[in-house]
């Protein structure tokens, strides 16, 4: 095998291995750095025996043992030349550690230690972007660099981010466990904010050149799925992949030739992913089996469930998406859930009233620059033909845009409506 | 990007039979590794060609040749569909499987429309999605 080849087959294997190994080894140093740093070892092992050997019969063994052999040395070598008592006191604890028999034999255990390591690394002592930079790196695979493209800063920006966020960690002296019953609802908020957080992104890129960024959403679906394995009774854990997948559905119906937004209105729904549209289904019926309580994640996948459900927009039960957003207002009182309930209304009942509502949203401090707000009253004011009005509308709400595809299609339907 | 793993039938899977237990439970197992990480989107097994038929095309004539079919190595008898990072990535999960004695499986990248790259110009790509439309209509 050529030399790269067998590097990208060394990239599979880590991404396939990395949060197990990782985890496995937070569980015995106690550490989630020194793990990573110990993993990282291992990795640079591999890369220089494997294009010799060949790739070994059981990877994570092999991973997992060149990790403890690596961090055996460095610590033996660390303890003698280092004076620090305390130091070396702990250093021998992580020694003794690493020197046990291998502990990690049940796979069963391995998988509870990476749900320990989603609640550590999506802790809520740590920032939203440092939770999302260190998720990816420790649970998804992906390096540095990828990441930094990915949310389109610095290497050197999200290395220091990582390191900071490692050291908050140990600092806070973060335990390396699933949270208790009392404590778990709201440390499963976090998680599943995080990896909505960098599905969004994907979805409907903030900033940048591209409107949609259709990697990042495939990392947060397979943290969702692999979440979704580790704690499959939890309603909210389903509703959130299952909207993630009838979201990402529609993906390849969003963007249109030349990269422009297209619209749900204007979607080519035979391009809708039929597999995904059915796995989001399946999943919101689960997430509605194990509720009591609809939660805000199965709420929005029911939502986005009638849009999957809908043959064109006029079929779709917009009187049904109406009753959903009132639960998810009810249950969020968030200004953007009054706006997208303000849209379903205006499908409904008529423009009117879907105007009445944004109306009364005009003054809401979280919405005072957010380009929807006038993007959605610009569309109704283009229903009701008042159409010099939506033309203010729609070039006000370009001002406000930051992803270059998206002001570009709000100049373009603003200069649709006439001078 | 997505995959399908296919995987041929036998003798034993054309008589009907189910596998071992043995057999089963290593797919089992197999299984759920490829679910707890989030890489298996569909799979399935498929029932003997002598439950399956074939359709010829010819001019404007069609058909119908009821199974089973010869050939069970050239059958297939069963698929996943699989999300995964790279080509690399997925032939790492496949060779996880829990097959012996010689037998070979398929992988296959599913196309997206990224594939198409540059020789689905942005004219060819419309005129594609118009004939879609036009079929879409003729439903």
């Known amino acids: 095998m050529a030399a790269s080849a067998t590097h990208r087959a060394i990239d599979a294997v880590w991404r396939i291995e990395s949060a197990r190994l990782i985890a496995g080894l937070t569980r015995i140093v106690r550490d989630v750095s020194v793990a990573e740093d110990l993993g990282q070892d291992a990795l640079v092992a591999a890369l220089e025996r494997w294009p010799e050997s060949g790739i070994p019969d059981n990877p994570s063994a092999w991973l997992m043992a060149a990790a403890k052999r690596r961090g055996i040395d460095a610590l033996r070598r660390r303890v003698t030349l280092e004076r620090k008592q305390e130091l070396i006191a702990r250093e021998l604890e992580i020694l003794q550690q690493l020197d046990q028999p291998d502990l990690v034999a049940q796979v069963d255990d391995v998988q509870d230690d990476v749900l320990r390591l989603v609640f550590m690394t999506c802790h809520p002592v740590l920032s939203r972007e440092a939770r999302v930079a260190l998720t990816l790196r420790l649970l998804g695979g992906l390096s540095t660099p990828e990441i930094a493209r990915a949310f389109l800063v610095s290497e050197a920006t999200i290395a220091q981010r990582i390191v900071r966020a490692k050291r908050t960690l140990a600092e806070a002296r973060v335990p390396f466990e699933v949270p208790g019953r009392d404590e778990l609802a709201d440390r499963l908020s976090a998680v599943l904010e995080v990896i909505y957080l960098v599905f969004n992104e994907g979805y409907a890129a903030t900033a940048g050149e591209h409107w949609i960024r259709p990697a990042l959403c495939e990392d947060a679906l397979r943290l969702g799925r692999i979440l979704s394995a580790l704690m499959p009774c939890e309603p909210e854990v389903q509703g959130l992949l299952a909207l993630m997948e009838l979201q990402a559905s529609r993906l390849r119906a969003r963007v249109g030739p030349h990269g422009e937004p297209v619209l749900l209105a204007d979607q080519d729904r035979a391009r809708w992913d039929q597999l995904l549209v059915q796995r989001g289904l399946a999943g919101l019926q689960r997430a509605e089996e194990l509720s009591d309580q609809l939660g805000p994640y199965t709420l929005q996948a029911a939502i986005a469930a009638c849009h999957a459900r809908g043959r064109s927009l006029e079929e779709t039960d917009w009187p049904r998406i109406v009753a959903l957003y009132d639960g998810l207002a009810a249950l969020t009182g968030s200004p953007v859930v009054e706006l997208n309930r303000a849209v379903a209304v205006g499908m409904a009942f008529g423009p009117e009233a879907g105007l009445e509502l944004i109306d009364s949203l005009a003054d809401e401090p979280a919405l005072r620059g957010y380009h929807l707000l006038p993007s959605v009253r610009g569309d109704l004011l283009v229903r009701l033909g008042r159409l010099a009005d939506a033309r203010e509308e729609l070039m006000h709400a370009a001002d406000l845009c930051n992803n270059d595809r998206e002001r570009e299609l709000l100049l373009s339907r603003a200069v649709a409506c006439g001078t | ?139």
């Open chain 2, 1 to 139: 990007m997505r995959f399908m793993v296919l995987v041929p039938g036998s003798p034993e899977s054309e008589a009907g039979e189910m596998p071992s237990k043995e057999i089963l439970e290593a797919m089992t197992k197999y299984n759920e590794e490829l679910v707890k990480a989030g890489v298996m989107l569909a799979g399935e097994g498929l029932h003997p060609t002598s439950k399956g038929a074939k359709v010829r095309f010819e001019g404007n004539e069609r058909t119908v040749i009821d199974g089973p079919f010869t050939e069970a190595k050239e059958l297939v008898a069963g698929y996943w569909v699989w999300e995964c990072a790279s080509r690399e990535e997925a032939i790492e999960w496949l060779k996880r499987a829990p097959f012996d004695g010689g037998v070979e499986i398929e992988l296959r990248q599913i196309f997206e429309a990224d594939d198409f790259g540059e020789q689905l110009t942005p004219e060819l790509r419309e005129a594609n999605e118009r004939l879609r439309e036009q079929a879409a209509a003729q439903n």
